[in-house]
C-alpha cells in the first residue's frame, strides 16, 4: 500500500509537472475579424474570450469601442494600422505620432497592447504599397519611443506564404528576388534592432484544396502518418503546418536572420465550402484547429526550429456573413454569431485533458503520399487545354470591382505582380482590365472549376482570349 502511494504521488508530480510545462509552451490567440453584420456587442465578445481563455486576440483596426471593451480585461491584443494608411504612416512622422497617440497611447496600458501589425499582407496589395512598408513600421516606432511604449510593444507585419519564391522542400525555403534587397532585409533587419518578431499568416488548407492528389489529409490535419523527409537536410515532417512554417524559418536563415522570432499571425480551415473547395467542412476544420492547439500548447518548436514555442493566432473567431469571395471565406469561424460553437474544441491546457480528435473512415487512413508542394509565389504557365477565361463585369460599378479585385490580389492568392507598376499588364491602367486579370489568375489557379468565376457577380467566363493592350492572360498554373 505505501509504494503504490508513493508511485501515485510521484505520478500527480510528473502531471503537476507537464501542466506547467505546457503552461510555459506556445500560445494560442484569434483573430478577430467584424466583416459582417450580425455579430453580437463588442462587450459580449470580450466575455466570450475570457469564458474561453482566450487571452490573446489580434483585430484588423483600431476601432475605439472594441479597444475601450477589452480594456482591464487581461486580454492582449494586437492592432493593425491598415494597408490604406501605409503611404500616410511612411511620410509624414506627425501622421506616425497622431495614429500612435490616438490609437495606441490612450488606451494603454489599461488596453493591454502588445503587438502594431502594420499593414496586411502587403506584398499582394494591388495598390503597391509595398514600398511605403518600412519607412511605415520605423515611423510607428519612432512615435512608441515619443511616447515611452516601444519597450512594451512590438512591431510587425504580416505576410502571406505568397512571399516565398520557394517553399519545397522547407529546406529550400526563399523569399521571392525581387523582395530580398527591397524589403525584407531592410524590414528584418528593423526586427532585430527592435527585438520583434516576423508575423506570418499559414493556411495549409489552401495546399490542400488544390493538391488533393498528392496532400493527404492525415498530413495537414495532424493526424497519424508516415511524415515526409525533407530531401535537403533529412528532417521528418508529419504535419504541412510545419513544413509551411520551417520554410519561412529557412528563407530568413538564408539571408542570415536566424535569430528572428516567428509569430503566426493567422492560420485556420473552413467548415463550409462550394462544391469545389475539397476538404472544406466542420469535421475537418475541427481536427486542424483541435490538433493545432494540442500542438501549440503541448510545447516544442517545428522540426528546423525545435526550442521555437510559437505562438498561434487563429481564423477566426466569428463566421463573417459580408466577406467576398467562395464560401469558405464566410466559415472560418470558431463561433456562430450567436455565440455558439462551430464544433468543440479546446483553447487551453486544461480544456486538451479531454479532447479527442475523432478522424470519420473516410477522412482519416488515406494512402496518398503526404507531399507538400511548393506553396510560393511560383510563376504561372500557359496551357494548350485552357479554352475559358474569366473577366471581370464593368456594370457591377468600380467600387465592387475594387472590393472585388482586393479579395483575388490578398486572401484569394491570385498572381496579381503583372498588374503592378512596370509590370507587363499595368497598362491600360484601369480597375477592369486589373480586375479581369486578377479574376482569371484566380479562375485559373482554380482549375477553372464552377463557382470560381463569380466574385459576388463582379466577374464572368468568356470563351474568346482576353484584350486588354498587350498583356496575355494565362490559362493554367
Known amino acids: 500500500m505505501e509504494l503504490i502511494s508513493i508511485f501515485s504521488f510521484v505520478s500527480f508530480l510528473l502531471l503537476l509537472i507537464s501542466v506547467f510545462t505546457l503552461a510555459d509552451s506556445g500560445s494560442i490567440g484569434v483573430n478577430y475579424g467584424r466583416v459582417a453584420n450580425n455579430l453580437p456587442s463588442v462587450s459580449k465578445v470580450v466575455e466570450l474570450l475570457k469564458s474561453q481563455g482566450l487571452n490573446r486576440v489580434k483585430v484588423y483596426d483600431t476601432d475605439p469601442a472594441v479597444l475601450h471593451a477589452l480594456s482591464g480585461s487581461g486580454v492582449k491584443v494586437t492592432v493593425d494600422l491598415p494597408n490604406e494608411q501605409l503611404f500616410a504612416a511612411a511620410k509624414s512622422t506627425s501622421f506616425a505620432n497622431s495614429w500612435v497617440q490616438q490609437n495606441v497611447a490612450a488606451y494603454y496600458p489599461h488596453t493591454e497592447i502588445e503587438a502594431i501589425a502594420v499593414g496586411n499582407e502587403v506584398f499582394v496589395d494591388p495598390h503597391n504599397t509595398t514600398k511605403f512598408l518600412v519607412p511605415a513600421m520605423k515611423n510607428i516606432h519612432q512615435a512608441l519611443v ?20 520557394n517553399s519545397y522542400p522547407s529546406s529550400a525555403g526563399s523569399f521571392r528576388p525581387e523582395l530580398v534587397e527591397a524589403v525584407f532585409k531592410p524590414m528584418l533587419d528593423f526586427l532585430r534592432q527592435t527585438g520583434s518578431f516576423l508575423m506570418v499568416n499559414a493556411y495549409p488548407f489552401f495546399a490542400y484544396e488544390s493538391n488533393t492528389d498528392v496532400i493527404s489529409l492525415d498530413y495537414a490535419l495532424f493526424r497519424e502518418n508516415p511524415g515526409v523527409v525533407d530531401s535537403g537536410n533529412g528532417l521528418r515532417y508529419f504535419s504541412l503546418f510545419d513544413a509551411q512554417i520551417d520554410a519561412v524559418f529557412a528563407a530568413m536563415s538564408a539571408l542570415k536572420y536566424d535569430d528572428i522570432r516567428l509569430v503566426v499571425t493567422e492560420t485556420g480551415w473552413p467548415s463550409k ?78 480544456g486538451l485533458k479531454n479532447y ?24 504561372v504557365s500557359k496551357s494548350t487545354t485552357g479554352k475559358t477565361w474569366c473577366v471581370a463585369n464593368g456594370e457591377v460599378g468600380k467600387e465592387k470591382l475594387q472590393a472585388a479585385l482586393d479579395y483575388a490580389c490578398g486572401e484569394g492568392g491570385a498572381d496579381c505582380h503583372p498588374i503592378q507598376p ?39 467566363v468568356v470563351t474568346q482570349p482576353p484584350k486588354y493592350g498587350n498583356c496575355e492572360f494565362p490559362t493554367g498554373y
Open 422 to 460: 512596370g509590370s507587363t499588364c499595368y497598362d491600360p491602367n484601369t480597375i477592369e482590365a486589373h480586375a479581369s486579370y486578377a479574376f482569371n489568375s484566380y479562375y485559373q489557379m482554380k482549375g477553372r472549376q464552377m463557382g470560381t468565376c463569380y466574385f459576388g457577380g463582379a466577374a464572368y
Open 273 to 350: 465550402g462550394d462544391e469545389n473547395e475539397n476538404g472544406a467542412s466542420i469535421q475537418n476544420a475541427a481536427a486542424y484547429n483541435g490538433n493545432l492547439v494540442r500542438r501549440i500548447l503541448t510545447g516544442g518548436g517545428t522540426p528546423l526550429r525545435p526550442k521555437a514555442d510559437l505562438t498561434v493566432y487563429l481564423f477566426a473567431l466569428f463566421n463573417e456573413n459580408n466577406k467576398f469571395g467562395p464560401t469558405s471565406e464566410r466559415n472560418y469561424g470558431l463561433f456562430y454569431p450567436n455565440e455558439e460553437k462551430v464544433y468543440d474544441i479546446p483553447f487551453t491546457v486544461e
Open 146 to 165: 515619443k511616447f515611452n511604449l516601444h519597450s512594451d510593444i512590438k512591431i510587425s507585419s504580416p505576410i502571406a506564404l505568397s512571399a516565398l519564391q
Open 356 to 379: 479527442r480528435d475523432n478522424p470519420s473512415p473516410v477522412a482519416g487512413n488515406q494512402q496518398r503520399t503526404a507531399a507538400p508542394v511548393n506553396s510560393g509565389g511560383g510563376s
